[in-house]
């Protein structure tokens, strides 16, 4: 099964971003594929390099970028959310890009369920 994913909270605020990041892993692990994560409204922190957790914490963004390396996850944060947040190319973690809503309306057709987390 090919999955699309929305994540609309932030990497540590609620847990919707790091149940999102479970549950990418647990399919491909039973062999589904992700077809693309797109990170919208504050979800899109989950994409900045800037941020520093704790060392006895999870580092959210780094397992989203190590996704992203190991089995070509397509992460993508949404432009107009982002800019209003302060986060540019310049201070995207490895493995995220900007684009529009576009890539979310392209997830939702090409994939076949589209899986949010987080209001």
Known sequence: MKFGILVNEGPYNHQ????????AKAAI???HEIHRVFFYHD????????TEPPADDRNIVN???KMA???GVD???CVAAALRR????ENLASGFRISGLGQLVESGIQADRLVTFGD
């Not at 919707?16 to 549950?23: E, G, L, M, V, W």
């Not at 979800?43 to 800037?50: Q, Y």
């Open 16 to 23: 919707a971003a790091d149940t999102a990041y479970q549950f």
């Open 29 to 31: 692990d039973k062999g």
């Open 43 to 50: 979800g899109v922190n989950n994409a900045s390099k800037l």
């Open 63 to 65: 397992r989203w970028s």
């Open 69 to 71: 390396e190991e089995h």
């Open 75 to 77: 992460l993508v944060v």
């Open 86 to 89: 302060g986060i540019v190319n």
